[in-house]
């Protein structure tokens, strides 16, 4: 018992035979469990890579020092696959990642050059969470929202953007002294 608690989850589990067949084929069942368990978390990683979906699943339990994360996880952190990742590492990496929140978002967190979702939730032995890449929708966002707030030729503010920062710059200093020159650029 004490090797199996010491297993990481996903571990393989290899017993030693004991010459005892009801021992023996109970030991053989938990083996190929442990198996299917890995296979399927492999399974649902690949499935996802597939879908080119860029999203990674991590669990914490209470039970275990160690932190399961899929393949996805291990490649944006730049670990190589089945690095064994303490929960105090963990704590360490989930600050890292969720240090520069969006300004707009509260689930939304830049890390390196990628923009990242990042949900958790409780469960009755720890958490779970995902991490989902949003680089390209963020991007495309910003893009937009620069699209709207300049002018494509000038490279100027817009009217509407114009009147909102100068608004902005009243309100944040009214008791300062300010001129501003119009030119009508046809």
């Not at 938990?30 to 990674?56: A, C, D, F, H, Y």
């Not at 991590?58 to 064994?84: A, C, H, K, M, Q």
Request: charged content about 25%; proline content about 3%; hydrophobic content about 35%.
């Amino acid at each position: 018992s004490s090797y199996v608690e010491g297993l990481s989850p996903s571990q393989d589990i290899h017993f030693k035979p004991t010459g005892m067949k009801e021992i023996d084929d109970l030991t053989s069942a938990v083996e190929m469990l442990n198996k299917r368990v890995i296979n399927s978390l492999k399974t649902t990683s690949k499935v996802l890579e597939l879908l080119r979906l860029p999203i990674g699943v991590f669990e914490v339990t209470r039970e275990s020092d160690e932190v399961t994360l899929t393949e996805y996880i291990y490649t944006l952190l730049g670990y190589e696959p089945d690095t064994v990742i303490s929960r105090d590492q963990w704590s360490s990496i989930y600050e890292t990642l969720t240090a520069q929140p969006e300004d707009d978002h509260s689930d939304i967190y830049q890390y390196n050059a990628h923009w990242l979702r990042i949900v958790e939730t409780a469960t009755d032995t720890g958490s779970v969470g995902i991490i989902l890449n949003v680089t390209d929708d963020i991007s495309e966002k910003k893009r937009l929202v620069r699209e709207l707030d300049f002018d494509a030729l000038t490279h100027l503010y817009s009217r509407t953007s114009f009147k909102r920062e100068v608004f902005q710059a009243i309100k944040s200093s009214p008791d300062k002294i300010g001129a501003m020159m119009f030119c009508d650029l046809d």
